[in-house]
């Protein structure tokens, strides 16, 4: 019987986990098993600055080479897992080969919901944004003059978007939606970044679907759409969404309910099998949620980590998040699920502003546009529990160092 911990996905998590227990010490043989070809690396720049192409590939490594060899981590790139075999603890490859593991982590993260081919999916000059791969080929589409079409008013929809228009693009922007970010931000936070993306030219057509993309000699040229217009294009970007990759967890017969189920130290329905990062869902606020950001990733899977090494401390996600576009900088504290109040603060900076969420009369996350003090103090508050003065928040005049006057 072997005490091998393998990972399944090298990711985000899949590093952070690999990592954190070398960190702790822990000496077990350590395999991380990744489908793509390059070591593990972060995708947020791939459509802020890698796409525009201010940062290099290698800025976007975690670590290099030599470091999983230094650490001794075998990792085993371009080799896709297919299948758990539970009974044996025994992991199968794509060409065949297995490898036996006591610990299993999945770290297989998700993938981006793409369009039919009965809508034209399929056609060239459609791309999603989600590995290296993609942002290389979305790269070579970015030349001035030409027309892009956004398929999602979603954060990476709006990156794309941003990234098109510093590089002279034409950008159109469709959200099926009745606004843009619907899903994921307040009323007002959406108003703030249609104004900034309207203000830099960008065409936002929200309640406007797609019917079919229109494709000459095997490649897109025009989309139809919901409202009966047509628009000629270029190329095209879907950002719709992404489905956690659980197909894996649920052939082997793990529960399984968009994402795989955890509990609070990461542990699938098999106490041998953890799951951290996109592709898990975990308890959240009395329900379930699946947290589709770095922040997750690293400290779910750090938090698995010491699990794994022995602990007893369970994961309490303290979500936050971010997303550059242009030269403004959105980062959320908190988490908005369920929210039923916001309330807006204008920042003392020009185009500052902040949006707080609350839940039942109770504080939950907040949007800040360019304000890093109103980011700073809604992340305290979360951590601390203690509630902020509204009329505190509600007056732009007020310091919000008042907010933490409470605090230890
Ligand atoms: P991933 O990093 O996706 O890693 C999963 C890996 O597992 C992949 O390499 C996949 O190929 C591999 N894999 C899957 N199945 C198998 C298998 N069967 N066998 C072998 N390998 C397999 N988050 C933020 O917080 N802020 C941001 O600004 C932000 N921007 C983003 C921009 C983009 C373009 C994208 C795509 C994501 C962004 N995110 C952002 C989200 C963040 O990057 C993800 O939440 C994070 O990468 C999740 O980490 P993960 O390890 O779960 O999954």
Known sequence: MTNRLVIVGAGQAGFALAAKMRA????????????????????????????????????????PQHWYADNDVEIRLTTWVEQIKRDEKRVVMQDGSSLDYGTLVLA?????????????GDLDGVYVARDKRDADLLAGE???????????GGYIGLEAAAVARHRGLEVTVIEMADRILQRVAAKATADIMRRIHQDHDVVIRE?????????????????????????????VVVGIGVAPNDQLAKEAGLDVANGVVVDAFARSSDPSIYAVGDCAILLWDGGR?????????????????????????PYDPKPWFWSDQYDVKLQIAGFNLGYDETLFRAGAREGAASIWYFKAGKFIAVDAVNDAKAYVTGKKLLESGVQPDRAV???????????LGLMK
């Open 24 to 63: 702790l010490k822990d000496t077990r043989p350590i395999t991380i098993i990744g489908a793509e070809e390059s070591l593990p690396y972060q995708r947020p720049p791939l459509t802020k600055k890698y796409l525009l192409g201010e940062m290099s590939f290698d800025r976007l490594l975690f670590r």
């Open 108 to 120: 297989t993260g998700s993938t981006p919901r793409r369009l039919p081919p009965s809508v034209g």
């Open 142 to 152: 970015m030349r001035a003059g030409r027309r892009a079409l956004i398929i999602g």
């Open 207 to 235: 309640k406007t679907g797609l019917k079919q993309l229109v494709g000459k000699n095997g490649r897109v040229v025009a989309a139809e759409l919901s409202d009966g217009t047509t628009i000629d294009v270029d190329f």
């Open 289 to 313: 949620a699946r947290l589709e950001s770095v922040q997750n990733a690293v400290d779910q899977a750090e938090a698995a980590a010491a699990i794994i090494g022995g602990g007893n401390e």
């Open 393 to 403: 928040l509600a007056d732009p005049a007020s310091d919000l160092k008042q907010l």
